[in-house]
């Protein structure tokens, strides 16, 4: 098991075995990220996600060397990218086949690329997604790119994890069909219409713009106590007199590296907005909240099963089954005893 | 509140109002409820799910009138609509705008239905869903047919309610975009080209077979204590002689009838597969599970949250926020006052 010292101080392999042990979720893991915990807090977390095929890969390797080679007034930041390929159900494959990273990136040593893959489990990828960039954060990585395919409640709940959530679309793609993917685009800070250099651009920034005008004012997910609850922003936000982020959109064509540079300014300016308002501190409590309440119901869940005696779950389900007793029935008859309504 | 005898023995008004205690979870629902669930299990339960645009609410009313008007060789029965309107949590409004039915089942006593609203907790509405299916079951509609739109988890599982899944595709609506969301694709029995009079029908149901073709053995997705696993159904499935299902293709046009005979007579002879392979069973035994699963969970949260001291989950909610323990080190705060790794 690398050391966490080791991984502290920079050891790229002792990284790399972490992962694999918090990807694995085993003991030794659990135990590295309880020590490396206090060190995190530093690392501004941008999630990237959006549709297959609008050139969401490319777009995190443009923004990667932006932040390694940025504009002559600021310094170069260290980057961790997390890319997560959720093996679909249906195909059994990988959704994403591009994997080969820019040249440039794969031998900067201020770069560190980890891809993931889904295994099947959708809450257990977002709960070891968490681990993986808390180890980037405490390990000093100052920007972590979460790149995912935004497709479902997981990616949303992946995304939450994010200080700046950029949803990534492109023109030709069927927008009307994006549009209603509203779970994704409600998480937006940044509206990104990659492949700018296509047909159809004006369309689909017109069609996002119309949503955007519909959302004012713009709604949020929270999850507490494990249930999710819809929170106009204007609540969730502490102070009345702070201002509202209202998303902003840019055009970029990813393969040439327009509007990159328009685009890092941007994320700087959402970066500030979150310290200048408290967001910053209100969306790291979000996320803690959200990890706390999963992990403790996976605790809870995990403790009654183990004082439960062998046999009984079976036979209390087999009276469900026959009908002799209702679901709620069932639970009280596991919980303490009793069939009481 | 309504009594269950009104209720079993047939009357609209109480009913009616049953479904609004179920739908606001009152003690009085809950408790009705158990008294109904030794009379379900006799209907039909099929889920009609697809994106907006698709004509997926003109597709269930002409089934409905399919099973009060059927062919001759076949005798009516009563069927239920669920339609689950979900409230945008981008646009606060309802994405569903058409609730208005065909005036012929408005007045027909064999068919009752009934709108819901999600309210914002996605959890919530699979649970009260699963309880008004119920007590339509239990009342003796013969068929119940719930519709939601497809667009995520939460529609996945609503769908996972049902002994036969429909899937509504069009032409036109952006078939790459469709097709990469396999949650929905992959619960589907039957998949139903609606609008097929419309330009681009050839491709659309092209674009399906090919999905098909891919996900040779088909793949399901069953919940077992609250996470979600990935089963090939050839392990889902109990006995090896048994045939696999193939998910058929059927064009329709919702609008003036053309194709519902023919969808018909698939749901028929999906039933009929699943009554002879003994899916049947297994279907309401994953359906039950999960239920139950689900009920399980949040009595468990709630019955540990009646045991924390006043306070205590803030306390332990401010050491990992100021980072001075970590969220593993708080759940074993809370859950048994010690903070080991």
Redesign the interface.
Known sequence: MASVQDVLSGNRLSLARLLSQIENDTSAG??A???L??H??NAHLIGVTG???TGKSSLVNQLAHYYRHPPENLSPKSVAIVAIDPS?????GA?LGDRVRMRDLAGDPGVFIRSMASR?????LARTTSGVVQAFDATGYEVVLIET?G????EVDIARLAHTTLVVEAPG??????A????I??IADILVVNKADRPGVENTERALRN?LN??HPI?R?YRH??????VPSAIAVPTESESIWIPAIQKTVATDGTGIQELGDLITQHKEHLENTGDWESR??TR??A??DD???A???S???DTLPAGRYQEV?DQ??E?????????NA??NGTQD?
Request: hydrophobic letters at 45%.
């Open positions: 659990r135990a990220l309880s020590d915990f206090p995190t807090g549709a297959p095929g679909s159900p249906f195909s059994g959704v099947g489990s959708l809450g257990g395919v497709a479902g409640q997981a793609l069927g927008d009307d069909i994006q209603i993917k509203a779970g685009l409600e949503m519909l959302a709604k997910v106590h494990g249930t999710l609850e819809v790291e409590r803690l909240s990890e706390l992990l403790l119901h605790a809870l869940v403790c009654w099963e389900f469900l089954i009908r002799v007793i209702s679901p709620r029935q069932a639970v596991l919980l309504k």
